[in-house]
């Protein structure tokens, strides 16, 4: 039976910003991963509701999450920034379900992540058989089902994701020894794959965060400042001071890459919860982001520069190869 009293509540209403206000103040605001995101469990319900398609995930709130990641990564005697492991109680069932989510935000694909995923989800069936032991609920009797295990890649690299899909693709030979190779499949959810309008159709901050998380460029930028401004202000509007601070964090970081002065990213932060969300980046004219696009248009036109440098130098080379060849042609009838 699975015991939902020790759910713990949502991580995420009252909270006390003081010291983050501070730090804005002085321009000092630390890193978040995306660890910390999946970590407020208002964030991870809205994800959970609206990015697995899984039906039996449509109404999960907050109070039905627990975070189980520091749990299982000392078993297996690891630390990954990175990974999650959540125990979601599900209402009407007896059993729980567990969701086991890999966060690549890195450019280059991680090709080994189906295998990480194994990792987890064996122990996680371990564990679980080891803490049922007693009658029915005995791992050795016919009637014991172990729960089940939903593993998540969220990705949010620039470039494809091109890694396979299905453990077995892993393993050589798989084709042969199919029947004697443990196989799943995990479900990924590419950032790149969902448009802003797409995102702001779920109304809520995951999505908001979502779309911050897809900036990378100017042109990406751009797109999302020439986004709905007064659906994301209302979804700012309500929301709590925890996921706030959040949002303060992932937009001081988007600050930082795109060279704002300390000074400006801190004026801009303030105005994260007015009503123009233009004020999240006023004056970015100023900032680094027309540069980036005229140093781009330079380096391609030095390379541009350098290649046809490059094809000149590979003609002469040529031409002096077929005058060494005909010079020794006429030695040769002398």
Known sequence: MFDKDIINPANDKAHDNTELIKNINKGQI??????QIFHNHTLCAQFLRNFTDIDI???????????????YQAYLGIKFETDTVKRIHIKD??????IISLIEHKSNVDYNVAMQLLKYMALIWDVYGKK???GQGN????????????PIVYYEGANKWTADMHLQDRVFMSEIFKDYIPDFKYKLVNIHDYTND???SYNDEMSVLMMLNKIQTAEDLNEFINTNSERIAAIMNNTNEAILETFQRIIWNLYMKLNVSPEEAQENLRNVRTDNMGYWFENMEKMDIQAERRNTAEAR?????????????????????EEVRQ????????
């Open 57 to 71: 995930l449509k109404d999960i709130q907050p109070e039905d999450i627990i975070d189980e990641s520091d749990t």
């Open 198 to 200: 797409k995102l702001l």
């Open 301 to 321: 036109r030095e390379l541009e520069e350098e290649r046809q440098a490059l094809t000149r130098e590979r003609n002469k080379v040529k031409q002096l190869e």
């Open 93 to 98: 069932l007896d059993f729980p379900l567990y």
């Open 139 to 150: 791992p050795r009797n016919k009637e014991f089902k172990y729960p089940p295990v939903i």
């Open 132 to 134: 049922h032991t007693d």
């Open 327 to 334: 010079l020794k042609e006429q030695l040769a009838k002398a």
């Open 30 to 35: 630390p890193d978040i991963n995306n660890r």
